[in-house]
């Protein structure tokens, strides 16, 4: 651990500590102390520093431990990762996973970060990680049957997510087809599959799950889609050690069950989930837009819309969702003629 990570778990409580003691504590001077201290703060955390008080962060950091997060995945060998590893500061969790399949990574192998430089979402959108503050977790899996037994994988992985959050106390998540978990129709998680191997033979899938505990408003301010964090949607803070771990334990566990019967033993319980299901969506494609009833998902996880009458299936590709808006009412200017003649 560097002289900066060990300053960020000592200012890690949000209480006031003087440089001297600190410089002493980390066997540094009062000069370097400040200089690491704007090492923290250009990670994008809020340090203040009070003449005769020293440094604090305004607003106390959960950092993850892996002891702890173990804790909360349970005793069940099926809900715990063969290794786990925490990483304070990485480009993405789920490129850093990519490029250790190359080097022969097991699967099961689970890693997650303080923060994400260049966290990735579905299209190439950014996945919003400022540090200390939410979950992004990254997980290896290899499936024997090619990459087309991984087709339905981000469905089955969503119900994991509202999983997790029915047992920190999140009971009304809900899912947005196909790869969104959503609180009153706006995103608290997202889930991001890549797969690397061969369409028939064995292949690794790099899950990717992305899950808000607490969106500082800086970063909330980048997002241009509705959004929602689980602090906000519960009015508590919430331990992110405990969040991850059951995270983990849900995930590993859906996973089981996909590789032995696939999407099927999920087809239900995703659509009681579905949040779109018999509304007016908007579907943008690389075609162009397309707009209709959402009327769930099909056995292979594809999305049936229906339009004058007929209904279309729509699969995973570059294709994003949106709640259609509400008509314009427009102003009725007829005049009543009640009372005349």
Same mark, same amino acid.
């Given at each position: 651990?560097?002289?900066?990570?060990?300053?960020?778990?000592?200012?890690?409580?949000? #209480?006031?500590?003087?440089?001297?003691?600190?410089?002493?504590?980390?066997?540094?001077?009062?000069?370097?102390?400040?200089?690491?201290?704007?090492?923290?703060?250009?990670?994008?955390?809020? +340090?203040?520093?009070?003449?005769?008080?020293?440094?604090?962060?305004?607003?106390?950091? !959960?950092?993850?431990?892996?002891?702890?997060?173990?804790?909360?995945?349970?005793?069940?060998?099926?809900?715990?990762?063969?290794?786990?590893?925490?990483?304070?500061? +990485?480009?993405?969790?789920?490129?850093?996973?990519?490029?250790? +399949?190359?080097?022969?990574?097991?699967?099961?192998?689970?890693?997650?970060? !303080?923060?994400?430089?260049? %966290?990735?979402?579905?299209?190439?959108?950014?996945?919003?990680?400022?540090?200390?503050?939410?979950?992004?977790?990254?997980?290896?899996?290899?499936?024997?049957?090619?990459?087309?037994?991984?087709?339905?994988?981000?469905?089955?992985?969503?119900?994991?997510?509202?999983?997790?959050?029915?047992?920190?106390?999140?009971?009304?998540?809900?899912?947005?087809?196909?790869?969104?978990?959503?609180?009153?129709?706006?995103?608290?998680?997202? +889930?991001?599959?890549?797969?690397?191997?061969?369409?028939?033979?064995?292949?690794?899938?790099?899950?990717?799950?992305?899950?808000?505990?607490?969106?500082?408003?800086?970063?909330?301010?980048?997002?241009?889609?509705?959004?929602?964090?689980?602090?906000?949607?519960?009015?508590?803070?919430?331990?992110?050690?405990?969040?991850? %771990?059951?995270?983990?334990?849900?995930?590993?566990?859906?996973?089981?069950?996909?590789?032995?019967?696939?999407?099927?033993?999920?087809?239900?319980?995703?659509?009681?989930?579905?949040?779109?299901?018999?509304?007016?969506?908007?579907?943008?494609?690389?075609?162009?837009?397309?707009?209709?009833?959402?009327?769930?998902?099909?056995?292979?996880?594809?999305?049936?819309?229906?339009?004058?009458?007929?209904?279309?299936?729509?699969?995973?590709?570059?294709?994003?969702?949106?709640?259609?808006?509400?008509?314009?009412?427009?102003?009725?200017?007829? #005049?009543?003629?009640?009372?005349?003649?």
């Amino acid at each position: 651990m560097t002289t900066r990570d060990r300053l960020l778990v000592t200012l890690a409580d949000g #209480r006031f500590h003087s440089g001297q003691v600190l410089g002493a504590q980390l066997g540094v001077s009062r000069s370097a102390i400040c200089k690491h201290v704007r090492a923290i703060a250009a990670l994008g955390l809020d +340090v203040q520093a009070v003449t005769g008080k020293g440094y604090r962060l305004a607003r106390p950091l !959960e950092l993850l431990d892996a002891n702890q997060v173990l804790a909360h995945c349970g005793d069940d060998p099926a809900g715990r990762p063969v290794r786990l590893d925490i990483l304070y500061d +990485v480009d993405s969790t789920n490129q850093y996973l990519l490029e250790r +399949v190359k080097q022969g990574a097991p699967s099961g192998y689970a890693v997650l970060a !303080e923060r994400q430089r260049q %966290g990735r979402g579905r299209r190439g959108r950014e996945w919003q990680s400022p540090f200390g503050e939410n979950i992004y977790l990254s997980l290896l899996w290899q499936f024997g049957g090619g990459i087309a037994q991984a087709s339905g994988l981000t469905l089955a992985l969503g119900i994991g997510v509202v999983q997790a959050l029915r047992d920190i106390g999140l009971a009304d998540a809900a899912l947005k087809w196909p790869n969104d978990v959503v609180w009153r129709d706006q995103k608290i998680a997202g +889930v991001l599959v890549e797969l690397a191997g061969d369409m028939s033979g064995p292949c690794h899938a790099v899950i990717g799950i992305g899950l808000n505990l607490y969106l500082p408003p800086a970063a909330a301010q980048a997002i241009t889609q509705p959004w929602a964090d689980v602090e906000t949607a519960l009015g508590t803070r919430i331990s992110r050690n405990r969040a991850a %771990g059951r995270l983990l334990r849900h995930t590993l566990h859906i996973l089981e069950r996909y590789r032995h019967a696939g999407l099927a033993p999920f087809l239900d319980e995703w659509r009681q989930l579905d949040s779109v299901c018999n509304r007016a969506i908007e579907l943008h494609t690389e075609a162009g837009a397309v707009t209709g009833i959402a009327r769930g998902i099909a056995a292979d996880g594809a999305l049936i819309v229906e339009r004058d009458g007929r209904r279309q299936h729509f699969s995973f590709g570059e294709i994003s969702l949106r709640i259609a808006p509400p008509p314009v009412r427009r102003p009725d200017n007829t #005049r009543s003629t009640r009372g005349q003649l």
